[in-house]
């Protein structure tokens, strides 16, 4: 993960989104984490995350992001 202050979790897929204070990750099933958003998002320091349907929202420090994701 991007850090281990965890400030939100969205389960998507076979894995789950997971805000932190030093960025997005998401995290798989098979215990692997990578940062998918790194360049699109206002600001790393996650504050919130939430998928609804095929959007990722995710708010931070410096405003929010929606962000389009696969099934």
Avoid: C, K, N
């Amino acid at each position: 993960l991007a850090d281990d202050r965890t400030v939100g979790v969205a389960v998507f897929g076979e894995g789950a989104f997971v805000a932190t204070l030093g960025g997005l990750s998401y995290a798989s099933r098979d215990g692997s984490a990578r940062s998918p958003f790194g360049g699109l998002l206002p600001d790393p320091r996650g504050a919130m995350v939430s998928v609804q349907g095929a959007t990722l929202y995710y708010a931070t420090e410096s405003g929010m992001a929606a962000l389009a994701i696969g099934p």
